[in-house]
């Protein structure tokens, strides 16, 4: 069997340590072996595409300046750099980032950059969410690293939000069981079946975007109000055009049909 080091593929590399994991029933000797295996890969396929590095280490030496005196910060930017440089596997045959994954990448350290916290932070991490994926399928640049950095992207930035500025605790756990769902699933069907599984499916994803959006609403109209408006008629509205604008936003251009 060719080893998993050498293997061209992610994927096929994947299953293979997983199949090794599944079969010796998760020991501690197997999960050491496992993280290993994958630690050396990830090493030899971040050398094999040095442009790729060195792109994402100037991205996010210019993302760590911005960060300083920030919280989450400094540490916030280094643990991204850490995991997409051992993930750069899973860009396959490219040698280099595009522009969708330097977007997603942006989105990762939101949180950890000037404007993170503002009122239309949420919003803007919805919209660069949407940008990501038109842009990469737009350009045909759609990659398993685009697709996993999306994954991380809206699970870090939407987590620490909510734990850090949303007040109700049912949103809280609401949210956090939404955006925990996708990945508990998929990380116990690989370890049951002993192969990478498929990305979530939609279904399971579309409770975790409509929370997005109950979360970047509510972050947007708590920390500051825009004056009223009246809609097309001459009649006073109830939502303000700051509100209107993020539900057109967030709802209608994900098409999540919920209002």
Avoid: K
Avoid at 210 to 217: D, K, M, R, S, Y
Avoid at 227 to 237: E, F, H, L, Q
Wanted: one cysteine or more; charged letters at 15%; a positive charge.
């Amino acid at each position: 069997m060719e080893p998993v080091s050498e293997m061209a593929g992610s994927r096929a590399a994947t299953t293979a340590l997983l199949a090794g994991l599944r079969a010796d029933n998760l020991s501690p000797a197997a999960v050491v072996s496992f993280l290993g295996q994958a630690a050396h890969r990830s090493l030899l396929q971040a050398a094999r595409r040095p442009r790729a590095l060195a792109e994402l280490t100037a991205l996010h030496g210019v993302l760590y300046r911005l960060a300083r005196g920030r919280r989450p910060g400094r540490r916030w930017v280094a643990a991204s750099w850490v995991l997409a440089a051992s993930h750069l596997g899973l860009l396959e045959h490219r040698t280099r980032l595009t522009a969708a994954d330097v977007l997603t990448l942006l989105r990762a350290n939101l949180s950890a950059l000037p404007g993170g916290t503002g009122r239309a932070s949420g919003v803007l991490a919805v919209g660069l969410d949407l940008a990501d994926g038109r842009l990469a399928r737009h350009q045909g640049t759609s990659s398993p690293f685009g697709d996993y950095a999306d994954t991380f992207a809206d699970a870090a930035f939407w987590t620490w939000l909510t734990l850090r500025h949303e007040p109700s605790a049912a949103v809280r756990v609401a949210a956090i069981a939404a955006w925990a769902l996708p990945v508990v699933t998929v990380t116990g069907l690989g370890l049951r079946r002993g192969a990478m599984p498929e990305r979530p499916r939609p279904v399971l994803l579309r409770p975790a975007a409509a929370l997005q959006a109950v979360v970047a609403l509510r972050h947007l109209t708590r920390l500051g109000h825009c004056p009223p408006s009246a809609d097309v008629s001459g009649v006073p509205s109830t939502c303000t055009p700051c509100q209107n604008a993020t539900w057109f936003l967030i709802f209608r251009a994900r098409g999540l049909g919920l209002g």
